[in-house]
């Protein structure tokens, strides 16, 4: 598990960025993937961690306004935490 998720802005109407913490330091890859509450996959990126951190940007200015959730996983763990894109 993440020690620290975060979106930000949320809600958001252009980008959003993704921020990850793991409290070991660990290098390593995430998927993340962002479903709106349909189960519609908008975005799906596997990214990776430097030094136990991630900071991904998604670009969200033509997705259509509503909920979104992002889900994270990897080796050490899956969470999930939603946004919001307003136009």
Same mark, same amino acid.
């Given at each position: +598990?993440? !020690?620290?998720?975060?979106?930000?802005?949320?809600?958001?109407? !252009?980008? @959003?960025?993704?921020?990850?913490?793991?409290?070991?330091?660990?290098? +390593?890859?995430? &998927? /993340? +993937? @962002?479903? !709106?509450?349909?189960?519609?996959? %908008?975005?799906? &990126?596997? *990214?990776? %961690?430097?030094?136990? +951190?991630?900071?991904?940007?998604? &670009?969200?200015?033509?997705?259509?306004?509503?909920?979104? /959730? @992002?889900? %994270?996983?990897?080796?050490?763990?899956?969470? *999930?935490?939603?946004?919001? *894109?307003?136009?």
């Amino acid at each position: +598990q993440p !020690d620290q998720f975060r979106i930000s802005p949320s809600p958001a109407s !252009d980008r @959003v960025e993704i921020q990850l913490t793991f409290p070991n330091g660990a290098s +390593q890859q995430a &998927e /993340l +993937q @962002v479903l !709106d509450l349909f189960g519609r996959s %908008f975005a799906t &990126e596997t *990214v990776p %961690f430097a030094n136990g +951190q991630l900071s991904h940007t998604f &670009e969200v200015a033509q997705w259509p306004a509503g909920m979104y /959730l @992002v889900q %994270f996983e990897n080796e050490a763990g899956f969470a *999930v935490k939603r946004f919001v *894109v307003t136009h």
